[in-house]
């Protein structure tokens, strides 16, 4: 009985073993994201990114991330226009499908990637820009992450939504035939 308990231990440790080095040698495999957008997918009118951009300053030094980036159309926005390198972050597969044929039409698949993840648990580290056009009470949610991990100079620009009490160096008023639009601008501030 022993013994036989033996060779099913082992055998579960070798299946496990198994699957960690298959697992290991697939980079591609990765855990699937299975939150729920908080956000709906509202594409930013050609217009407001161009004002996003423009206050931004964006260039090809920069490297933009976009938080909840839809169909890319920011990052790839600035990868043609400035030679920018982008990431985007949407948690919605179908929206990271969409980024990427909408990076090949561009010709910028060399310069512009997108992640399939939750903006809260990305790392932000080689941003010099971040954009968002999120919701109210996610923007409040990530301004602590976006300042305890941002560089200080790091510039982030919100379409429509501010950050509360984070008061912004720029506000934009951006007009379509379909009504008004706001472009938040701040700086990432120096730690006190």
Request: net charge positive.
């Given at each position: 009985?022993?013994?036989l308990?033996?060779?099913?231990?082992?055998?579960l440790?070798v299946?496990a073993l198994?699957?960690?080095?298959?697992?290991?040698q697939?980079?591609?495999m990765?855990a699937p994201?299975?939150?729920e957008?908080?956000v709906?997918?509202?594409p930013?009118n050609?217009?407001?990114v161009?004002?996003?951009?423009k206050v931004?300053k964006?260039?090809?030094?920069?490297?933009?991330?976009?938080l909840?980036?839809?169909?890319?159309?920011?990052?790839?926005?600035?990868a043609?226009?400035?030679?920018t390198?982008?990431v985007?972050?949407?948690?919605?597969?179908q929206r990271i499908k969409?980024a990427?044929?909408?990076?090949?039409?561009?010709?910028?698949?060399?310069?512009v990637r997108?992640i399939?993840?939750?903006?809260?648990?990305?790392?932000?580290?080689?941003a010099?820009v971040v954009?968002?056009?999120l919701?109210?009470?996610?923007?409040?949610?990530?301004?602590p992450?976006l300042?305890?991990?941002l560089?200080?100079?790091?510039?982030?620009?919100?379409?429509?939504?501010?950050?509360?009490?984070?008061?912004?160096?720029?506000?934009?008023?951006?007009?379509?035939?379909s009504?008004?639009?706001t472009?938040?601008?701040w700086?990432v501030?120096?730690p006190?």
């Amino acid at each position: 009985m022993r013994a036989l308990r033996v060779k099913i231990l082992a055998a579960l440790l070798v299946g496990a073993l198994t699957a960690c080095a298959v697992s290991a040698q697939s980079p591609t495999m990765t855990a699937p994201v299975t939150k729920e957008p908080e956000v709906p997918f509202v594409p930013t009118n050609e217009k407001v990114v161009d004002e996003m951009l423009k206050v931004a300053k964006v260039s090809g030094s920069d490297v933009l991330y976009d938080l909840g980036s839809g169909d890319g159309r920011i990052p790839i926005t600035a990868a043609q226009r400035f030679g920018t390198r982008g990431v985007g972050i949407d948690i919605d597969p179908q929206r990271i499908k969409e980024a990427n044929e909408n990076a090949q039409k561009a010709k910028v698949t060399d310069k512009v990637r997108f992640i399939q993840g939750d903006l809260f648990n990305a790392d932000l580290k080689d941003a010099t820009v971040v954009t968002l056009y999120l919701l109210p009470d996610v923007n409040m949610r990530l301004r602590p992450k976006l300042l305890r991990e941002l560089k200080p100079g790091t510039r982030v620009v919100s379409h429509n939504y501010d950050m509360g009490d984070w008061k912004p160096e720029q506000t934009i008023k951006v007009s379509l035939p379909s009504g008004d639009h706001t472009v938040y601008y701040w700086v990432v501030p120096k730690p006190k």
